[in-house]
T-cell receptor, first 111, second 112 residues
Framework: DTGVSQNPRHKITKRGQNVTFRCDPI?????LYWYRQTLGQGPEFLTY????????KSRLLSDRFSAERPKGSFSTLEIQRTEQGDSAMYLC?????????FGQGTRLTVV | AQKVTQAQTEISVVEKEDVTLDCVYE???????LFWYKQPPSGELVFLIR??????QNEISGRYSWNFQKSTSSFNFTITASQVVDSAVYFC?????????FGAGTQVVVTP
């Protein structure tokens, strides 16, 4: 499979727990992006990496959120002390040139 | 600040009818890209097209066509002879590379 892969597809967690999502981009793509999408809305940009460097973070990315891309390949997004407002679809995308290609997302439900 | 407006929340059509989705954008950048994505019920965002701000040539790809008009800051999308499989949410987006500002989306419902 040569597309963007995200794991897990679904995650249910209790409020206050930490969660981590993984994204494997298309192999030759050097740029990787994280987005959040809530019901009925378009995706909102969170952060992006060029290779291993995190070049931009949105105001939406609170201190409880951290993203890494240690070797410039896969990336992880961690949310600490989850809140019910964190419930959303978390989308990862990668690009080389041109349009970004998205994974199927991780749907997070905080109960 | 960049902004993308998709005024149509939902469009319902009967199969074989044409569907046109409106997109209006705001940006101060002189160079930018416009995109359309499709999000079927499965949830994955499917890339449909990218247009750069210097290329106003309209394009047709199969049953899809796009009308980019810089003078009115619009980038509309038409599905000709719609099919049930076209049922999805369609997003217009503005930006560069993968850092995009998305509109709220237009739900397209195609009934047999």
């Amino acid at each position: 499979d040569t597309g963007v892969s995200q794991n897990p597809r679904h995650k249910i967690t209790k409020r206050g727990q930490n969660v981590t999502f993984r994204c494997d981009p298309i192999s030759e793509h050097n740029r990787l992006y994280w987005y959040r999408q809530t019901l009925g809305q378009g995706p909102e940009f969170l952060t992006y990496f060029q290779n291993e460097a995190q070049l931009e973070k949105s105001r939406l990315l609170s201190d409880r959120f951290s993203a890494e891309r240690p070797k410039g390949s896969f990336s992880t997004l961690e949310i600490q002390r989850t809140e019910q407002g964190d419930s959303a679809m978390y989308l990862c995308a990668s690009s080389l040139q041109g349009g970004a290609f998205f994974g199927q997302g991780t749907r997070l439900t905080v109960v | 600040a960049q902004k993308v407006t998709q005024a149509q929340t939902e469009i319902s059509v009967v199969e074989k009818e044409d569907v046109t989705l409106d997109c209006v954008y705001e940006t101060r950048d002189t160079t930018y890209y416009l995109f359309w994505y499709k999000q079927p019920p499965s949830g994955e965002l499917v890339f449909l097209i990218r247009r750069n701000s210097f290329d106003e040539q309209n394009e047709i790809s199969g049953r899809y066509s796009w009308n980019f008009q810089k003078s009115t800051s619009s980038f509309n999308f038409t599905i000709t002879a719609s099919q049930v499989v076209d049922s999805a949410v369609y997003f217009c987006a503005l930006g560069s590379w993968g850092k995009l500002q998305f509109g709220a989306g237009t739900q397209v419902v195609v009934t047999p």
